[in-house]
């Protein structure tokens, strides 16, 4: 079965600091990924999406993500986070050829302003 | 995403009642899932369905039920609620004519507490 591992589980940043969350999936084969994000008391939205072409890809709000199919990795980035940055993130990988997404655990980021 | 809405939003309920957990979606999508998310555990799958007459297991779908009323309803039933089901539920949507065909589009969630 694929499995998600996201490296931590809580990240403390002040504000302007830059950002980088971790995720590596264990799947070989072809996959499309996500990050989505969850603010407090919200439902999920999609962060940004990679599916093929460049690696490097930007998605809302300043974020982008590198995907290196070497590593099995496709982490989140952002220059300088801000306080409305505090959320819940996931990433998310979906096999190509299967039918559903799977999630890691998520990594809860805190924004101190 | 204000196109995918669950009822209701919060229930508080007790060992071995019936719940039914409900979505519905205006995007015009085929595919449904059902989630629970725990905390440090992320998300996971319940159920999902591809179209009306298709339903299929999840990663946790022990002492679960989902029924598909229509493409564009699809509820989730606690046919005898514990309290290691409390949770916050989603439902998510997606549309296999797009491209990226598994970009999940989710509901405000259902916050379940059982007593």
């Known amino acids: 079965a694929q499995s998600v591992s996201q490296h931590n589980h809580h990240v403390i940043l002040s504000e302007a600091a830059s950002l980088e969350l971790g995720c590596n999936y264990s799947y070989g084969g072809t996959v499309n990924l996500f990050w989505y994000v969850q603010y407090p008391g919200q439902h999920l939205q999609l962060l940004l999406k990679?599916?093929?072409?460049?690696?490097l890809v930007k998605g809302i709000k300043g974020f982008e993500a590198e995907f290196i199919k070497s590593k099995f990795s496709f982490n989140l980035r952002k220059p300088s986070v801000q306080w409305s940055d505090t959320a819940e993130y996931f990433c998310a990988v979906n096999p190509s050829g299967y039918s559903t997404l799977t999630f890691g655990k998520g990594t809860m980021l805190l924004v101190s302003p | 995403d204000a196109d995918v809405t669950q009822t209701p939003r919060n229930r508080i309920t007790k060992t071995g009642k019936r719940i039914m957990l409900e979505c519905s979606q205006t995007k015009g999508h085929d595919r449904m899932y059902w989630y629970r998310q725990d905390p440090g555990l992320g998300l996971r799958l319940i159920y999902y369905?591809?179209?009306?007459?298709?339903?299929n297991k999840g990663e946790i779908s022990d002492g679960y039920s989902v029924s598909r009323q229509a493409q564009a309803k699809f509820s989730l039933s606690l046919e005898s609620a514990i309290p290691n089901q409390t949770a916050l539920y989603f439902c998510a949507t997606s549309d296999s004519r797009l491209a990226g065909v598994n970009e999940q589009f989710f509901g405000p969630g259902t916050r379940l507490t059982v007593l």
């Open positions: 369905s591809f179209d009306v007459k298709d339903i």
């Open positions: 990679y599916f093929s072409g460049d690696p």
